[in-house]
Nanobody, 111 residues
């Protein structure tokens, strides 16, 4: 199983980014995926999750600003991040059960 995350970068507060996670070696349409993040000096935390049927859930800190989605035809999961805040600065990881992680992509939001 391989998860390749990309799309991070440096943006200013209020701007948007879209992260992508391309998956291979997995039955994509039958898999739950998640995006996690880890800020400097903090523990890794769940940001958003999308289940097989398309049901989603989000951390309270990103509700209304972030949207997770999936494209089963492209084996790709997305995280659309709007109204970014400096507190969103972190390395973002995509995740699939059981304990498969992408390599992480850095998001830096300047104030």
């Amino acid at each position: 199983v391989q998860l390749q995350a990309f799309g991070g970068g440096l943006v200013q507060a209020g701007e948007s980014l879209r992260l992508s996670c391309a998956a291979s070696g997995i039955i994509f349409s039958r898999t739950t995926f998640g995006w996690y993040r880890q800020a400097p000096g903090k523990e890794r935390e769940l940001v958003a999750r999308i289940f097989v049927g398309g049901i989603t859930n989000y951390a309270n800190s990103v509700k209304g600003r972030f949207t997770i989605s999936r494209d089963n035809a492209k084996n790709t999961v997305y995280l659309q991040m709007n109204s970014l805040e400096p507190e969103d600065t972190a390395v973002y990881y995509c995740y699939a059960p059981l304990d498969y992680w992408g390599q992480g992509t850095l998001v830096t939001v300047s104030s």
